[in-house]
């Protein structure tokens, strides 16, 4: 015992120290290889395609034609960093309304006093990484709400993020419902 009092003496401060953190160390090690703590690479439950709908509100087109074909690509920003180009899948689009009043009720009508004034629905396919947050694409966490930019040739427009859904079915459709159950879940879709 005064054989390790001694050494206990001779010890600084910064020795105590480093020893508290290699102590800390092996225990964080050793949970985390006896499976009790989860990494990041556990946090991955399935890869899977998944649906974004970006919806535009108040886009003005002059042309005949809409800015975006299906089939086509689309480079998207999210968050105001540059991520990749896309696949548009869908596109939906008319004009902007406004509620009249008739008699006891409301009509809704297109605004005659914007006439190239329209919301567009955009549907974009992605490969994304479910997790227990939801849907990751890019190594950002994919949620309604979320401010992205989808850019073509003769178009840039600023979008919402309106929401997400799985879009090929996985390979077992025990994963696939597990999957799309979460994804809803997460997102408060439906």
Do not use: C, W
């Not at 919806?55 to 299906?70: A, D, K, Q």
């Not at 989808?150 to 993020?161: A, K, T, W």
Request: no cysteine; aromatic share 6%.
């Amino acid at each position: 015992m005064d054989k390790f009092l001694n050494i206990l003496k001779k010890l600084r401060p910064i020795d105590i120290i480093i020893i508290f953190i290699i102590l800390v160390a092996l225990i964080v090690g050793a949970v985390t290889v006896s499976g009790k703590r989860a990494t990041s690479s556990k946090q991955i439950e399935a890869s899977t395609k998944v649906d974004i709908e970006v919806y535009f509100r108040g886009v003005v087109v002059t042309s005949n034609n809409s800015p975006f074909e299906i089939g086509d690509e689309t480079f998207i920003t999210i968050r105001n960093v540059p991520y990749t180009k896309l696949k548009i899948t869908n596109v939906n689009y008319d004009r902007k309304k406004v509620m009249l009043p008739v008699g006891s009720g409301y009509q809704v009508v297109d605004d005659v006093t914007s006439p190239f004034n329209y919301d567009f629905l955009v549907t974009v396919e992605d490969d994304a990484k479910i997790t227990k947050d939801g849907a990751v694409v890019g190594g950002n966490k994919i949620k309604i709400g979320l401010p992205v930019t989808l850019e073509g040739v003769d178009y840039r427009l600023n979008g919402i993020v309106s929401n997400i859904s799985v879009s090929k079915k996985a390979e077992s459709k025990k994963a696939d419902d597990e999957i799309e159950k979460q994804v809803n879940k997460n997102q408060d879709v439906h």
